[in-house]
């Protein structure tokens, strides 16, 4: 199985990036209207997922990975070629342990069936405590043509309410391949 984790991975999983709302200044975290979004594609053209406009934009070099910012929220967009054998289900149970070695504390709170990226897949969320507060990290794959699409998420607990709905409607925006919008926002 070719999985390896980047430095935008490690991001979007440290736990010690949580910090409780007061801590972002007690600012509204989505400012603008709830529609104000921009397309974005990978640098391969493999998918494509709407974001917030005033969210940042980080590209991992040499990645197809599309990484997403407001705050200490924080949504990561990727695709990875997979072997024949290898499953969503064995995918999220690396991940999983990948985020137990680096949060021995880190508890389930929820897995299941999902879709991701138009096509059936799977979840987990698990609740990692940190330094400053909580954060609620949440990882979902689907495989589709041989490659897996992943959606990870994370966000101090205490903002979660507050971000659920742009997370869901982020979530829901990505797409695969073919029939994706012209737009590219991608400099």
Same mark, same amino acid.
């Given at each position: 199985m070719q999985? =390896?984790?980047?430095?935008?991975?490690?991001?979007? @999983?440290?736990?010690?990036?949580?910090?409780a709302w007061n801590? /972002?200044?007690?600012?509204m975290p989505f400012p603008g209207p709830k529609n104000a979004v921009r397309v974005h594609r990978s640098p391969d053209g493999l998918f494509a997922v709407e974001a917030p406009t005033g969210w940042q934009r980080r590209l991992q070099d040499g990645s197809n990975e599309l990484m997403f910012l407001n705050g200490e929220v924080s949504v990561c967009v990727s695709a990875a070629e997979s072997q024949a054998c290898d499953t969503v289900d064995q995918f999220l149970?690396?991940?999983k342990s990948f985020l137990r070695s680096m949060t021995?504390?880190?508890?389930?709170?929820?897995e299941g069936q999902t879709t991701v990226a138009?096509?059936?897949?799977?979840?987990?969320?698990?609740?990692?405590?940190g330094r400053r =507060? !909580?954060?609620?990290? !949440?990882?979902?794959?689907? @495989?589709? !043509? !041989?490659?897996?699409? @992943?959606?990870?998420?994370?966000?101090?607990?205490?903002? @979660?309410?507050? /971000?659920?709905?742009?997370?869901?409607?982020?979530?829901?925006?990505?797409? /695969?391949?073919? =029939?994706?919008?012209?737009?590219?926002t991608l400099a």
């Amino acid at each position: 199985m070719q999985m =390896g984790f980047s430095q935008v991975d490690m991001a979007i @999983l440290l736990p010690a990036c949580a910090a409780a709302w007061n801590l /972002v200044g007690g600012q509204m975290p989505f400012p603008g209207p709830k529609n104000a979004v921009r397309v974005h594609r990978s640098p391969d053209g493999l998918f494509a997922v709407e974001a917030p406009t005033g969210w940042q934009r980080r590209l991992q070099d040499g990645s197809n990975e599309l990484m997403f910012l407001n705050g200490e929220v924080s949504v990561c967009v990727s695709a990875a070629e997979s072997q024949a054998c290898d499953t969503v289900d064995q995918f999220l149970e690396l991940n999983k342990s990948f985020l137990r070695s680096m949060t021995p504390a880190a508890e389930m709170w929820a897995e299941g069936q999902t879709t991701v990226a138009g096509a059936p897949g799977a979840y987990f969320t698990m609740l990692c405590p940190g330094r400053r =507060g !909580r954060t609620v990290v !949440r990882v979902a794959a689907s @495989l589709v !043509r !041989r490659n897996f699409y @992943l959606f990870k998420s994370a966000a101090p607990s205490a903002e @979660l309410y507050a /971000v659920q709905e742009v997370l869901n409607r982020m979530e829901k925006s990505f797409k /695969v391949g073919a =029939g994706l919008p012209e737009i590219t926002t991608l400099a």
